[in-house]
């Protein structure tokens, strides 16, 4: 699925925008503070409900404006066009549109749109918390996995009620319960992340590197958030009077991570900013690569700042290597001599962006 129509209304300094995206590369060029990033942050809540650079709805919403609505259409394979929108406003609410239904889970459109962002703190899933390394697992299980969802929304639900529990410091027959749920939910999640990396993510990411960083060689793992050797549910009853005291569970999925090495050290303690950006980028290609092999769904990747900490060899290879994969590409740069390897290119569209308002080029 690809974009076809996009529609921006009131979203930061964008008052009224409205395009057609080529089904291949987008390419948005403007100044800092033009609006080009804007754009991408947009797109974004069509697959996130949410923006990826700030926590506040109200704080892209245009001044003196109630809320703000971002809508496309989109064309299938097929050739059947759909269109969903998004809107929020200051007061919280969400309204999500799927071909004129009406909806507040944000989950139902973020299932028809995968979308992707690399932007200059992507490396921050390295440098920053577990949480932000599981999430880059369980966005594709999310996209591939149907029961998937519904697993972590349970487990997350019961985690919540047994931390809930235990600062209460209730007795072990009113735990039982919600123990065995966690840790049957726990498990299935457990599972299905460490598969999905063994079996199918490690040999894509490789393959990428070896591209992306070929004087380098890596070793990828999955820690599973408990002890080896030991079932959760044995783990939950083991640390049982130590998280009541502390008041949440110490062990389970929500505690997981994935481990990336280069010669026996975490990565992220040898790279450069530079070459954190391209694992991750290797590492978000081979999400594409997977998702496409086992749905035929397509990625909508938003490339923001591309110049920043890549030189224009590693722009080129990766530009090159999402182009192959199907993706629809948004890709925003201050000069368009940062982009200047994609003028071989013919199947693009180029915007120049100035004070949120956008100009195709003829």
């Known amino acids: 699925m690809k974009l076809d129509k996009v529609q921006i209304s009131h979203f930061r300094n964008i008052d009224d925008l409205s395009l057609i995206a080529n089904q291949n590369l987008n390419v948005f060029l403007g100044e800092n503070g033009s609006g080009k990033s804007s754009i991408l942050e947009a797109l974004h809540y069509l697959g996130f409900a949410r923006s990826f650079r700030t926590s506040k709805h109200k704080n892209v919403i245009k001044h003196d404006e109630l809320g703000f609505t971002v809508f496309c259409s989109t064309v299938l394979q097929d050739g059947i066009q759909q269109k969903f929108g998004i809107s929020r406003f200051s007061n919280d609410k969400c309204v999500v549109n799927i071909d004129g239904q009406k909806s507040k889970r944000a989950t139902d459109l973020a ?7 690399f932007t200059p703190q992507s490396s921050d899933m390295l440098l920053g918390a577990p949480k932000l390394r599981r999430r880059y697992l369980d966005w594709l299980l999310f996209h591939v996995e149907h029961s998937f969802n519904l697993d972590f929304q349970v487990f997350s639900k019961g985690l919540r009620h047994l931390n809930s529990l235990y600062k209460r410091d209730q007795q072990e027959q009113s735990l039982d319960y919600w123990t065995g749920l966690l840790s049957e939910k726990g498990q299935i999640i457990s599972d299905k992340r460490e598969r999905l990396l063994s079996e199918h993510l490690i040999q894509l990411i490789n393959a990428n590197l070896a591209d992306f960083l070929p004087e380098f060689s890596f070793e990828i793992s999955y820690y599973r958030g408990w002890e080896k050797g030991c079932s959760l549910a044995d783990a939950i009853l083991k640390n049982r009077q ?33 070459q954190l ?14 998702l ?20 224009e060899e590693k722009r ?19 000069d368009v001599k940062q982009l200047e390897f994609l003028e071989n290119y013919n199947d693009k569209k180029v915007f120049h962006v100035e004070h949120g308002q956008v100009r195709e080029e003829i």
């Open 111 to 117: 299932s028809y749109l995968p979308i992707q962002i």
């Open 242 to 274: 130590r998280d009541q005291r502390n008041g949440f569970l110490s062990v389970g999925p929500h505690k997981a991570d994935l481990r990336i090495k280069t010669q026996g050290v975490n990565a992220h303690e040898i790279l450069s900013r530079g």
């Open 277 to 290: 950006r391209m694992l991750v980028a290797a590492m978000q290609l081979a999400q594409t690569q997977y």
């Open 292 to 311: 496409h092999e086992q749905t035929a769904k397509t990625s909508i990747f938003l490339l923001d700042d591309v110049g920043a900490e890549l030189d």
């Open 316 to 334: 080129k290879v990766f530009i090159s290597r999402l182009n192959t994969s199907d993706t629809q590409l948004f890709v925003t740069a201050i």
